[in-house]
């Protein structure tokens, strides 16, 4: 068994900071990239942002430059540094790991519970 558990959402005005963290743990072998994703209602799901395990960061441009990514490999965890925060992000987040159990198991991959992002004008 994996899970995946996020922290750190919250309600903040326009302009101001949250940060995002997310934890796996349980049966794992190795975990390959780390990610957010994010879903406001009435939309679907979109990547925020990921980050392989080797560092390399790829991050939707409506964020680009206000949020950072980033991980610490020892203890498999993923973080969301989210600055200069729109009403627009307003959003339920979710923590996305792929991750193998084993080493002839193939990768699948895990979500977190998501936490909501309120980001009032």
């Known amino acids: 068994q994996v899970q995946l558990e996020e922290s750190g959402g919250g309600s903040v005005q326009a302009g101001g900071s949250l940060t995002l963290s997310c934890a796996a743990s349980?049966?794992?072998?190795?975990?390959?990239?780390m990610g957010w994703y994010r879903q406001a209602p009435g939309k679907q799901r979109e990547l925020v942002a990921h980050?392989?395990?080797?560092?390399?960061?790829n991050y939707a441009d409506s964020v680009k430059g206000r949020f950072t990514i980033s991980r610490d490999n020892a203890k498999n965890t993923v973080a969301l540094q989210m600055n200069s925060l729109k009403p627009e992000d307003t959003a339920v987040y979710y923590c996305?790991?792929?991750?193998?159990?084993?080493?002839?198991?193939?990768?699948?991959?895990?979500w977190g519970q998501g936490t909501q992002v309120t980001v009032s004008s």
């Open positions: 349980g049966s794992i072998f190795s975990i390959n990239t």
């Open positions: 980050i392989t395990s080797g560092g390399s960061t």
């Open positions: 996305n790991a792929a991750i193998r159990t084993g080493i002839i198991v193939t990768l699948r991959s895990y």
